[in-house]
């Protein structure tokens, strides 16, 4: 098991428990987005609030780096196959280039305000990133593509308000895109770099988080107002489930193996949801996280879910690791 560091027992809730709490001293406010580094066991966390982004040995489950020079850390992702690290800084309206092994800086890209969210196209080597909207004083935003080899702008697309989670049809051909702003998810399509379709959110405000369920052609959505789950059938873009989840949703994420979708919130939990078969849902509980924890990251291959937790007081930051037991 990776991550070694105080150890807890706890009731499973989907087959997961808390099984180490790695404390991150001197890291100070909000934390938002991570991301995982598999082959050399890291985890990048975006700490928002510390104007850094950390960097934790999933191996030792010790802190070992830190990457300064940011206003507002938001989006990360790193991408394997060409070792690079971006960041997203949403005040200093960038995204910023890293080398994966030395993390020294390779390239900083222009966006504009509030570049959060990003995402990754394996098949083309390039990012997606959110940005634009109020905090840029558009009435639109953008999803940026950017060459992840040379650090060029390949393209740009505009929503209707600012986009948040993005997930990438498997095919290449499709983006699906939380807009807020707009109470709507987005498809892009990526061959004109225009959004094709508009699917409404019935009775529901504040989408932030989403997971895709490629095999059975279910998308996966979170809202804040009020905090609910939706399942969209992707090929008719109707509403088949719904239900209510955590408050403050954030993150999400399917897991294909368990038939399951975890969605963590600043209410302090992740709530578990048990996919019966595609068209029916089940709230399997909620597995405890601490307040203002409302991002996470769930990696695959080590079955297990990452949070990050603001200090509370005298209490440091920490970096809690729920691990599956099946």
């Known amino acids: 098991m990776l991550l070694s560091g105080a150890c807890f027992a706890q009731e499973s809730v989907g087959g997961f428990s808390l099984a180490k709490t790695v404390p ?139 986009p948040e989670a993005m997930r990438l049809d498997a095919s290449g051909a499709r983006l699906f895109v939380n807009v807020p702003d707009a109470n709507h998810v987005a498809v892009v399509n990526l061959s004109t770099s225009k959004v094709a379709a508009t699917w409404a959110i019935p ?46 949703a954030d993150d999400m994420f399917f897991d294909e193996k368990r038939r399951q979708v975890y969605v963590s919130g600043g209410d302090g939990y992740i709530s578990v949801v048990k996919e019966e078969d595609a068209d029916h849902y089940r709230d399997l509980g909620k597995l405890p996280t601490g307040p203002g924890a409302k991002t996470s990251l769930f990696v695959p291959v ?6 990050a937790v603001p200090a509370q007081g005298s209490e440091p930051a920490v970096l809690k690791i729920f691990q599956a037991s099946n």
């Open 24 to 162: 991150m001293p001197g890291v100070q406010g909000k934390f938002d987005h991570s991301a995982v580094d598999a082959k050399g066991k890291r985890l990048f966390v975006a700490a928002t609030g510390n104007k850094t982004v950390e960097v934790l040995d999933l191996e030792s489950g010790k802190w070992i780096n830190r990457i300064p020079g940011f206003q507002k850390a938001q989006g990360i992702y790193y991408a394997a196959d060409v070792n690079v690290l971006l960041v997203t800084d949403g005040i200093g309206a960038d995204a910023k280039m890293f080398a994966g092994d030395t993390l020294k800086p390779l390239q900083t890209v222009k966006l504009s305000a509030d570049a959060d969210y990003v995402t990754y196209d394996p098949a083309t080597q390039r990012f997606l990133v959110a940005h634009g909207g109020d905090d840029a004083g558009h009435d639109y935003g953008e999803i940026t593509v950017i060459d992840a080899k040379t650090g060029q702008i390949v393209s740009s697309i505009r929503t209707a308000g600012h």
């Open 203 to 248: 009775g529901a405000k504040k989408n932030v988080p989403m997971a895709l369920n490629q095999a059975e052609h279910r998308l996966y959505i979170a809202t804040r107002n009020p905090a609910k789950f939706f399942a969209y059938d992707t090929d008719s873009g109707r509403v088949v489930a719904s239900l209510a989840t955590v408050g403050g």
């Open 302 to 307: 080590f079955s297990t879910i990452y949070v």
